[in-house]
Structure formats: C-alpha cells, structure tokens
DNA sequence: TCCCCTAGAATGGTACGACCATTTATGGTG
DNA sequence: CACCATAAATGGTCGTACCATTCTAGGGGA
C-alpha cells in the first residue's frame, strides 16, 4: 500500500510499451532490487489501470531483456535479478546466425580477441587461476586417442575453457563476447576435433597455451594462438573447397504477388 | 492453406514458449522471408491452436528479440526484418548499465578491436579507401581552436571514421562490433573531445594515423594508437578521481520480512 | 475519364472474465 | 512430531468483445 504509488496509469495505444518502459527504469534505477519480486499481474494490473495481458506482455518483454525470473505458484512472481553475461549474449550470437557470417571471418575474429584475452590474463590472473586453467586442459587429454569421442562433451569443456580464460582477462566485456560467440558457434571449433590428428594436436596445444600462461610467457602462448588459428583456417579451408556452399542470400521479396496470403508465400517444410 | 501447417499445436503450460522458439526456427531457416510477415495473431491462433494471449506474448519475445517489426491496420502483422547492430548494441548497453562497468574496460576492449582493424585495413583496404580516410580526418581539423565546438557534429564525425575504418579491415564482425560500440558508448569518446588540450591532440593523432595507414606502416599506426588510448586512459583517471562515485551495488534483499508486501519493499520514489 | 473521398475489411491493441496448473503455507490427523 | 490434505496466491491459458489504425476498393462528383 502506501506509495504515490510508483506507477502510473499506462497511455492507449502503446500500453504495453509504457508498462515495460516504467518497470524497466523502477529496475535499473534500482527501486526495485534484484531478489525481490515486482507486485503480482493482478496488482499491477491496478497500479497501471489496464488489462492483464498489457501487464504479462510487459512482462515478457522484461523477461526477454534478462531483467526479470518468472516463477509459478504461491509467492511465485517476477524477481528481479541481475543481468548476466550469459542472457546478454544471446542477442549477438542471433545477429551473427542470421547474418551468415562467414566461418573464416569469425576465426579471425576470435584470434585477435583470444590474443588480447591471453595477453592480459597472463598480467591479471592469480597463480591459481592460471593452475585451473593448466589443469582444466589436462582433462581434454582422455579424449586422445579414443576413436568415438563424445564430441558433446569434447565441445562443452572447449567451451568452457574459453570462458574460463575470458574471465581471467579480468575485463567483463571480452567474457560477454566470448560468450556470445560460444552461443552463436558452438560447432565452431568442432571442425578442429572432427579429425584425430588435428584433434590431438589442438588438445596438446592447449595444454601448451595454459602451460605458458601459467608460466607467464606471453610470447610463447601468442605463438601457440597462431598455431591454432592457422590449423583452424587450414582446416576450414578443406572445408570450403568440399562444399563451397555459396549461401546466396535469397533477397527480400516483395508483396506485389497479391494472390497469396500470407502464410502462402512461405517456403515449405 | 496448402502446408503441412508448418506451425504444430503447442504444449501447454508453457505455450508460450513454444510458440516463440517455432517462429524464431522458422525466421533463422529462412522458411519465412525478410519483408515478408507472419500470418496474422488471429491466423496462427488457429494453427497453434492456442489462445491469442499466447501468440502475443510470443510475438513480443521475437520482437524484443529483434526478428521482426510490427505494424498496425489491414495489411499490418509481424514482419521479418534482418537483425540490425541496434538491437545488439541495446543489450549491451543495458549490460553495461546495469553491471556498471568501467570505462576503462570499454576503452582496454576498443583499442583492441581497434589495433587488430587498423593492421587489417592496412593489409587489405584500397589505395582509395586509405585516402578516403586521410581526407576525412583532414575534415576534423577545422574544430581546432574552436572555442565552442559542436560536440554533437564532432562526435559523429569520429563515430563514421571509426565505423569507415572498420570497414576497411574487410570483415563483417569488426563492423557491427564498432557500431555497437558506437552506439552504446558515443558519449564516451566525448571525454577526450571535451578539454581543448586534448581535442586538438586526438584531432592530430586521427590525421597521423590516417596517414601511417596510408602509407601502410602499420607499426606507426598502431605506436599512434597505442598514444590515443593513453590519453583516454589518463583522461579517464582524471574524470574518477573527480567522482570517485562508489557506485556499491546493493546486495540482494532476502525475504525474511515476510511481514511487507511485494510492493512494499519497493523504494519510495 | 479522372480524381477524391468515404465505407468497409483486415489487423494489431486493449479489456474483462473465467478457469487451469503449480507452488507454498496452513492446519488437522495419525 | 511427522505426514498429508486443503486452501490460498500466483502465473498460464482461453474466449469474446470492442477499439484504433491502416489499406483497399468502389462510388460519386468534377
């Protein structure tokens, strides 16, 4: 009760933006704090003077921002938590999927991010740190030499070693993109194990790149980078000449074909 | 008509959910167009067989997501569009925001992007490119000695020559990374621009660049970098030791005072 | 014939009400 | 004291009605 009460009434027409605007601002501007819920739909369904499904759409945009956690039940509700790496991503790992980005182009991407990430992790992180990472890699080894590798698993501990260098770089924004490149291409390094040879020697240098940064030589572990980019690309290549895959992007069409409804002009299943 | 209706009922429960995440596959592959619409709420009402709630709330996600736009009246619907850099940039300026990230963190991330794009330009941008760049940063130099610059002008000014540049590296991603970068941060190349010392400066060191790219000398270009963001830095460290602005995040509130509303925990305004 | 303008249709936006499903708290029963 | 049934709170779904906006087609006037 009590409050000049937080909200206002929400305008016609664009309620629903208006909904979300005035939580949005009452969350970032901390009027609401991360483990607490936001008033109940019916509640806030008073507050803003509109209907329900104005509130829950609101509500789902909220969602989608990463801003809120929905929960069902008694004391269920929309809590408030903080925005993490992980929802930001997914928004750039979407651009980059529907813009058919060019695998080639993303390596090289990834190599001068990896660069950076290893440079200043070898000035930033802990001794400890650093050992995790040496011994994170050692895991990777129980896959040489075994025929039919649980690429799944093969591909989540590659993953997770990444992040887990991103986070050493100290700098939240090269975890957020490192992240996000993980989300959009997570078959991405997969080329490298598919094959037992360059699989064995893409774990061995990662052990080696741990090893050097552990051992704080810079140099050492930037050469080990281009080693493994350039095998990528290598192996990308072959790729590419098997199946050269133009991906022409089909352009917009248009809509002076009036004899079909919407749902016509979609390609089939 | 025709199709084996592309769209299957969804689950209940969360509905929802299911909807969005067929539309979005639907999108991603391409089976619908961009510039072409989704078939109307009422239409997938009937192919979900759902709730109309259901499929708004879906269409909402996939809007906030970015994947489509919404326009009203006869001929109106969800329309596919390509994902544009302003959706990525948003999210992350939302992360930034609420994580209050340091912008120190967001110049170290620039000038690695930017150090790895000026080697590229350098390698790959024409002749005309380079000197289309020169004659840009020439343009600049008429906001020396200006008492009374035109920030807003000035700003956009050096937000096309870093996006110009970034083109010139000939790969997508370091684009749309520099126009998210742009978009979320332009306020914060402003710093340097703000002091009359440190406009003409940067104003100079963006011509000497220009030039050393040109000339394809890329160690200079990167030495001429490598002083840019000192010069941020040291303008940075300035601005906080003027308000060192603790910026202490609240810990979550735990739920314990069970005796208060949900809305009652709110913040007054 | 040509232009304008209005009426209708298509579509998203809002409101309300009912009921279902899930989760938590409460209180009774053994 | 432990367990279980019941009630209450809350999000999830459905359906209907109506409003607001936009486009289109057809009619009326010049």
Not at 41 to 59: K, Y
Not at 68 to 78: H, L, M, P
Not at 218 to 227: E, G, T, V
Request: glycine share 4%.
């Amino acid at each position: 009760m009590s409050l000049p009460p937080l909200f206002i009434p929400a305008q016609v027409g664009r309620a629903g933006e208006d909904v979300a605007l005035q939580l949005e601002v009452a969350i970032l501007s901390e009027k609401i704090l991360p483990g607490v819920s936001l008033p109940s739909e019916r509640e806030l369904q008073h507050q803003f003077q509109t209907g329900r499904g104005v509130i829950r759409e609101a509500i789902r945009v909220l969602k989608q921002k990463g801003l809120i956690e929905i929960r069902k039940g008694s004391k269920g509700g929309a809590y408030v938590k903080k925005i993490e790496v992980s929802n930001v991503s997914e928004s750039l790992a979407l651009f980059l999927k529907q813009n058919h980005i060019d695998p080639i182009h993303v390596a090289e991407f990834r190599e001068s991010i990896d660069r950076t990430i290893t440079y200043l992790a070898i000035a930033r992180a802990s001794v400890a740190e650093k050992q995790l990472l040496v011994e994170k890699t050692k895991e990777l080894f129980v896959f040489i030499d075994q025929p039919e590798p649980d690429m799944k698993v093969l591909g989540e501990m590659d993953r997770d070693l990444n992040i887990l260098l991103a986070k050493m770089a100290g700098n939240p924004i090269f975890e957020w993109i490192m992240r996000a490149l993980q989300l959009g291409f997570s078959s991405h390094d997969q080329t490298l194990y598919e094959h037992p040879d360059y699989r064995e020697k893409t774990i061995i240098n990662w052990y080696e790149t741990a090893q050097q940064i552990a051992d704080n030589e810079p140099l050492s572990a930037l050469a080990s980078i281009s080693i493994h980019y350039a095998a990528l690309r290598h192996c990308l290549a072959a790729h590419n000449n098997r199946a050269p895959a133009e991906a022409q992007r089909p352009e917009i069409l248009l809509k002076e074909d009036g004899t079909l409804s919407n749902h016509d002009k979609v390609k089939d299943l």
